[in-house]
């Protein structure tokens, strides 16, 4: 067939249906029934037969289409898909819609899947208070090192010194984003590192002296406030997860056999499934807690309803009513608690950690092992419930690693 010239293109009549007159090397003209003209270009790629468009006729010319054309061939040529290329390019063009902080900010915010909902609400509400009402509006690009420090400044003032160093390292995730998304070309807080005023690192308060650890089971253990709140207590101490974890504790995630609580990636803190073994005393406080709230989704319901689940508050409260100061001992303190006798007892320090779900910094490798030690960690967790039957009764204290060591678990 013969090429395309001016003449034919103007001679070329619409008809009822679409149809296409080929010029050279896959370009064609597209003449549709309403009259308009369009350039495609018809090509294969990896066997399979694609189609793009090139633009419009008259607005690009037959010169103008055979050039546009032989800039696709060279991208075949060189082994890549020119649909791929039109398309990446339509996501550049929509990302680069909006280059204000605010807008690059919650687009990446969207985009971090492993999030658990407690620190995507922290991070929204961080950068909504002390960063969008200063910079939200501004052009990304054109935000300052100055600016930024004064913007850090601000929580920085009012003693907030962890406030002002996370908004940093969100702030700088922020940047980084914009500059992989070709809005940005640097990151102005890489220049205040060691402006702001140090964090000094205050551990939870908690209790590991082993006959102090006693009493407080023995206190838990005598506790005369709701049912609810004691089955807390209790399993705070024989689980020792983070409390966010516990009071969100939902009755489907338990085991048929009751032997485990999985824990989904989504409410962890590094987004990865975390394994609980339930030893046979949780198992116990389970069973009694179920007729009052197994009916429902949460293993702790809120007072004020059972579509929530019970308030962040409560384990510290019941602490305060027991007569333990914020500073001898919280919710959080357990974790630290079981750690560090553990630790004590001689327990490998890998099943700790994992038990602890202190995971490594790469997810995927994190997203397999979360099974890692599985066996030795069932019983390592019924070791330590067994423990705090002990440390509860008040009687000798026997090294819980030796009878592992007797079951074959070291």
């Known amino acids: 067939m013969a090429a395309l010239t001016d003449t034919k293109i103007r001679s070329l009549k619409p008809r009822p249906k679409l149809y296409r007159v080929a010029d050279m090397e896959g370009l064609c003209l597209e003449v549709r029934p309403t009259g308009a003209r369009a350039w495609r270009y ?116 009012l003693g907030k010194l962890e406030t002002a160093q996370r908004l940093k390292q969100s702030s700088g995730q922020v940047f980084r984003y914009a500059i992989g998304t070709g809005r940005a070309d640097r990151d102005p807080t890489a220049d205040l590192r060691g402006v702001l005023t140090t964090v000094h690192v205050q551990h939870h308060a908690s209790i590991t002296h082993k006959p102090s650890v006693g009493q407080l089971m023995r206190d838990i253990e005598a506790f005369t406030g709701q049912l609810v709140t004691r089955c807390g207590l209790q399993l705070s101490a024989l689980v020792f997860v983070r409390p966010g974890e516990l009071r969100q504790w939902e009755w489907s995630e338990i085991s048929e056999d009751g032997s485990e609580w999985r824990i989904p990636g989504e409410k962890m803190k590094m987004g990865v499934t975390h394994i609980v073994p339930l030893s046979r005393q949780a198992q116990a406080v389970l069973d009694e807690l179920r ?56 327990f490998n320090g890998d099943w700790i950690e994992r038990q602890l779900a202190h995971c490594e910094k790469d997810g995927v490798r994190a997203a397999y092992n979360y099974a890692q030690h599985l066996p030795e960690r069932r019983k390592m967790m019924q070791a330590w419930a067994d423990l705090l039957d002990r ?3 008040g009687g000798e204290v026997v090294d819980i690693t030796r009878r592992a060591a007797d079951r074959g678990t070291r």
């Not at 409560?314 to 027991?322: G, Q, V």
């Open 42 to 157: 018809r090509y294969r790629f990896l066997g399979k037969a694609n189609m793009l468009h090139l633009g419009d006729y008259p607005a690009m010319s037959l010169q103008e289409a055979r050039r546009e054309r032989d800039r696709q061939r060279d991208l075949l040529a060189r082994g890549v898909d020119p649909a791929d290329v039109r398309r990446q390019a339509k996501v550049l063009a929509q990302v680069a819609a909006d280059d204000s902080f605010e807008g690059v900010a919650r687009e990446w915010m969207s985009k971090q899947g492993k999030w658990s909902d407690a620190t995507r609400s922290k991070v929204v509400w961080m950068l909504e208070t002390y960063a969008f009402p200063w910079i939200g509006k501004r052009p990304i690009g054109s935000i300052t090192t100055p600016e930024m420090l004064l913007l850090l400044r601000r929580p920085e003032s």
């Open 291 to 346: 007729p009052l709230t197994g009916r429902g989704r949460y293993v702790f319901p809120s007072l004020r309803g059972p579509s929530r689940p019970m308030s962040e508050n409560t384990i510290n409260a019941a602490l305060r009513r027991m007569g333990y100061a914020s500073n001898q001992m919280t919710a959080h303190g357990f974790r630290s608690m079981a750690s560090t006798i553990l630790n004590e007892e001689g």
């Open 391 to 393: 440390l509860r009764r």
